[in-house]
């Protein structure tokens, strides 16, 4: 016994080597690196809130009202004299709470649906597949403000309702990689050994396709941001006075019209910006390095 | 002409068609460079025909893209010199190339189905060859059906309007190999160009091709893995192992008189001359292929020789002439034909009782496919049976039924009429009905050792899941039987950890057989097992496969294409044609005959290493589709020996010509003994 474990030793290195490698490459991937400390920043301050911004992002100052960017506030104030500095870097909280985890859902979900389909094949795949034409043929704001309203919205809801709606378009993604698995003998191998659907679905096939589900699950994770900020900003998502970037621009963005007071929208909108494009860049290292 | 363009004119002439010399190529792999080719220096004469041989790795492949410079990108030429038709190619811009391509040096790939553009039609794009040299649209397109003409297409016109996926496999290569032909190369290399497809095309295609070769004076470089091939369509041989060219010289001379013990080793790890497994095992070359790069002071076979001393290891031998051009990178080349060989220890092998119950029997088996409201017969009244401790071989080209049949018997595909027993028990069609004890009797190596096996999972893993499901076993009981059944596979317990794409080729293959073997099953399907895989790996899972048969008395049904390896591993064989069993019997009377028509033209399509001037008998044309088959006897359309309008009108029947041999054919057994005699059929 202890022999065959020593003698284990050597291989085990290999296989360890072989997960270094492609961390490695991730490494070396400069859209993966630009990408993550973008992510990191913003993390960094959704997790400490508050403590470290420049000013409390929820303080008005009725004296400072609209004031434009200088050494006072960086970011100018808003309409209430609240600087826009911190509400921005305090702002990323809601938006990585809500995004992340609707996106779990809709890959748990996606994966779950992309099996079956795959796995069985023929009328199950059939059937599942018009649903899900049906579903990705109304857009995603409709049915998710529709489902909102039917449920009364709050922060677990708009998680729920996000999830499910990126459900079906993961499970796209995962049926494709499925038929592709299913074709290969190890499958068939399975069934002559006496193995259940579930677990040639489950233990067989899903480690196989784990590279095309974070992919998938990176790039919907950039979508989500997207789909809780329009929502928020119809009022849909968390609620004022919360320093969310979605809400500051709803707020503000009245202004607009009446004079020139762009930095109260400008700069929540660029701190979206830069966290979808950030979450895009390391999708894009993830695909050269896992997607080979 | 001028003295001085005449001594020009003289010097292009006198050039080789292909010059390689001190070649060197890396491959850039995670940040070093690794040596692909080490030196290697050979020249193709105009005219000639130049095989390179050697396993999978050693970098034949290389070359050839080397000279065309389509290295994948993280590939270079790091030394020597290469020109074609006596022009440099490494000094070459990139449009400079590009005319080198288009004009001198045609490519003819192993797969034709990717090599042709699947949405272009056949036609326009046998026409672009002419067109990117600037010959008008008509007149390349007239130039194109002269083209399909010269490869003995016979109906150019329909075949140009056609998309390559219409065609079969051996039309679409004779389509490539007319656009390589079309700008009358200088050069024109053939990477393993019959590989996918069957014998009896693969002898089509090689016919052609050595004819036109002979025809055109074309210079040709030919890659392949297949010493019978290199025989056949070559004058001169070059021997290549990890990235050296350890031996050259003529066919005959490398063939019959090897001086370098890995061409020795590896001419004898091919069972041919009507080897079979009670008597002698298969000769292998130990130990594996360096990694790629590896630093090989030496000797670069030394590692795996049996022959190697200390100067071996430390002197790179220099190149020994031999005379008649025959080279050999060997130290002690005039010994290397006493390379040691492994103990050919006979096995003692089950004895075949046949007075018994078979193991398994299937009767009438029938298998209708419902494919675009066409019902395509795969099997026809297929009945056979398997005795215990017996082999089963199993050939017909591809689409005659072979893999519907193992499919059947396992419960994968449940038949349209028809049944199997085990053990006298009737087997329900479905494999999920099947009993526990069921499911473990009947097994499966596949072909491919890298799709069979899950990628993700370990070794320890993939055992002990087999031992749970088939042998019931967990805990320290599944351990100790696992480490007991990777000893008897040879595979090193050092790998219980490791995941398939860290073995081998041979070492997946083993670890698939001893999956199989989880369950001490009674009958294993061996679905060409052996086919992906080089012949010095070959030559070791089939002893390995013999070994565990004399062990434990287990049968198998083996699936094969190579009638080789087939005759050396089968009791009985049975050969099949569109679904139907043709003939079926013991292997030597299978073998040497009289056997049907249909052996007789598998057996002739083979291309064999010891050549001799036997008489060959061709298919020509493609197998009918299965949707609708011929009338009378299904093979009477490509039949060399039909006798008349009784073969077209009436199915002969499956009927015994003499004991335990049974034939499908009008021909009485003794008239077939008398068209086949003179032709000493040696296969393989």
Known sequence: MAASLTAAQPSRSEASLARLETVLQLLRSKTFIAGNVVVLWWIFWALTGSRFTPHDPLAQNPLEILKGPGAGHWFGTDQAGRDVLSRVLAGARDTLEVAPLATLIGVVGGTTIGLVMGYFGGLVDEGLGRVIDAFLALPLIVIAVTALVAVGHSKWTLIVVIGAVFSPIIGRTVRAAVLGERQLEYVQAAKLRGEKPPYIMFVEILPNVVGPIIVEGTVRLGYAIFAVAGLTFLGFGVQPPAPDWSLQISDNYALLNASNYEWTVLFPGLAIASVVVAVNLIADGLQQVLDR | ?684
């Open chain 2, 1 to 684: 002409m001028t003295p001085s363009e005449a001594v020009l004119t003289h010097e292009h002439s006198a050039a080789h068609a292909l010059e390689l010399e001190d070649l060197e190529v890396v491959y850039r792999v995670r940040g070093r460079d690794r040596q692909v080719l080490r030196g290697v220096t050979l020249n193709v004469r105009r005219g000639e025909a130049y095989g390179l041989v050697g396993e999978s790795g050693c970098g034949k492949s290389t070359a050839a893209l080397a000279v065309v410079q389509y290295l994948p990108r993280n590939g270079r030429v790091s030394g020597g010199r290469i020109s074609i038709d006596g022009r440099d190619v490494l000094s070459r811009s990139r449009g400079e190339l590009r005319t080198l391509r288009a004009n001198d040096v045609s490519m003819v790939y192993q797969n034709p189905g990717t090599a042709l553009n699947p949405s272009i039609r056949v036609g326009r794009q046998v026409a672009e060859v002419f067109t990117v040299r600037g010959v008008a649209r008509g007149e390349a397109v007239e130039r194109a059906i002269d083209a399909l003409k010269l490869v003995q297409i016979a109906d150019p016109g329909s075949v140009m309007n056609r998309y390559p996926h219409q065609l079969s496999g051996g039309m679409q290569q004779r389509v490539v190999i007319a656009m390589a032909l079309a700008k009358d190369p200088a050069l024109l290399i053939l990477d393993e160009p019959t590989t996918g497809l069957d014998a009896t095309v693969e002898a089509e295609v090689l016919d052609l091709v050595a004819g036109l070769q002979a025809q055109l004076q074309t210079s040709v470089l030919f890659i392949s893995h297949n010493l019978g091939v290199i025989a056949k369509m070559c004058a001169r041989v070059g021997v290549l192992y990890a990235g050296r060219l350890v031996e050259e010289g003529t066919v005959d001379a490398v063939l019959q008189d090897p001086r370098h013990p890995y061409t020795v080793g590896l001419l004898r790890c091919i069972p041919r001359g009507g080897r079979r497994k009670d008597h002698g095992r298969l000769d292998t070359i130990a130990g594996f292929l360096p990694n790629l790069g590896e630093a090989l002071p030496g000797c670069v076979f030394a590692a795996r020789c049996g022959l190697a001393q200390d100067v071996c290891h430390t002197e790179e031998p220099p190149p020994h002439v031999l005379g008649g051009g025959h080279v050999s990178r060997c130290h002690f080349h005039e010994r290397a034909q006493t390379l040691p060989r492994e103990e050919a220890a006979n096995l003692a092998l089950p004895a075949i009782d046949r007075a018994r119950e078979p193991l398994l029997r299937f009767e009438q088996l029938g298998k209708v496919f419902q494919q675009h409201g066409h019902s395509i017969h795969a099997l026809t009244d297929v009945s056979a049976a398997v005795w215990p401790g017996e082999t089963l071989g199993l050939v017909g080209e591809s689409g005659s039924g072979k893999t519907t049949l193992a499919r059947t018997l396992l419960g994968i595909i449940e038949p349209t009429t028809g049944g199997v027993t085990l053990d006298g028990r009737e087997l329900r069609p479905r494999l999920a009905r099947r009993t526990a004890q069921e499911v473990r009797d009947l097994q499966i190596v596949f072909q491919n050792p890298d799709s069979a096996l899950n990628r993700r999972h370990t070794v320890s893993r993939i055992l002990r899941r087999a031992l749970r499901k088939l042998s019931g076993l967990s805990g320290a009981a599944a351990e100790a039987r696992m480490l007991e059944l990777m000893h008897s596979v040879r595979l090193a317990e050092r790998y219980v950890s490791a995941r398939p794409g860290q073995l081998s080729g041979g070492l997946k293959q083993r670890l698939a057989i001893a999956r199989a073997f989880a369950g001490e099953p009674k009958l294993v399907v061996c679905d060409e097992p052996t086919s992906a895989l080089d012949v010095s790996v070959q030559a070791a899972i089939l002893n390995l496969l013999v070994e565990l048969q004399a062990q434990r008395g287990v049968a198998y049904l083996f699936i094969s294409h190579d009638l080789g390896v087939v005759r050396y591993v089968s009791d009985r064989i049975a050969v099949l044609y569109l679904g139907r069993l043709m003939e079926l019997g013991p292997a030597e009377v299978v073998f040497d005959g009289p056997h049907h028509p249909y052996t007789e033209a598998l057996l002739s399509a083979v291309p064999t290493i010891d050549g001799g001037g036997r008489d060959r008998i061709r298919l020509s044309g493609e197998i009918p589709s299965a949707a609708s088959p011929p009338s009378g006897c299904v093979f009477h359309t490509r039949c060399p020996r039909k006798v008349g309008p009784v073969c077209e009108e009436t199915e002969p029947p499956l009927t015994v010509v003499e004991e335990g041999h049974l034939m499908r054919c009008h021909i009485p057994l003794e008239e077939l003994r008398g068209l086949q005699r003179g032709k000493e059929v040696v296969p393989a």
